[in-house]
């Protein structure tokens, strides 16, 4: 008896454009909703959990103004949420009787490159940083130095499983 050889062939047309689908539209979409939820927890720790973005302002006389007339709250306000480059979310309404004047209008970060994802959370009022890294004695109980930094380094683990949990198929 002769071996004749057989040649098979498999129609892989199908799990392709799946492979497609899940590469392309569901796995972007779930990407993006986690760096939301893992975002907005980041900005709702920061105003929520000790040391606190700080709201209230001393009744010091400042550059010719008595600072207890400016609005309370600005800096908590100032907060906004970017993922790829799309504003999300906002602290606008954390702020007390502030006016949210600081809220970025757009994303002013890096580029963002083909086929990767970012979620990005600014407190965008110019008094921001040095209110994160100088200026120990605050006006307002539990507000202090590294409001963000503190909960960015201390729960970050606690922010990826919210994003994996959310991009878990």
Not at 33 to 49: A, F, Y
Not at 69 to 77: F, I, N, P, Q, V
Not at 122 to 140: C, G, I, L, R
């Amino acid at each position: 008896m002769s071996r004749k050889s057989e040649i098979m062939n498999l129609d892989t047309r199908e799990v392709q454009s799946r492979m497609a689908l899940l590469n392309r539209t569901i796995l972007p979409a779930k990407i993006k909703r986690g760096l939301t939820m893992g975002g907005n927890r980041l900005m709702i720790d920061v105003i929520i959990e000790s040391p606190t973005a700080p709201i209230r302002r001393s009744d010091k006389f400042i550059s010719g103004y008595l600072d207890s007339d400016r609005k309370a709250g600005e800096l908590r306000a100032s907060g906004a949420l970017f993922v790829d480059g799309t504003k999300k979310r906002t602290t606008v309404h954390y702020g007390e009787f502030a006016t949210g004047i600081y809220q970025p209008n757009s994303y002013g970060g890096t580029p963002i490159l083909p086929f990767s994802h970012e979620a990005c959370v600014v407190f965008n009022a110019p008094y921001a940083a040095e209110q994160h890294n100088s200026w120990p004695k605050k006006t307002q109980g539990g507000a202090g130095m590294h409001f963000l930094s503190t909960k960015l380094y201390g729960n970050a683990v606690e922010y990826i499983a919210v994003i994996a949990r959310v991009i878990k198929l």
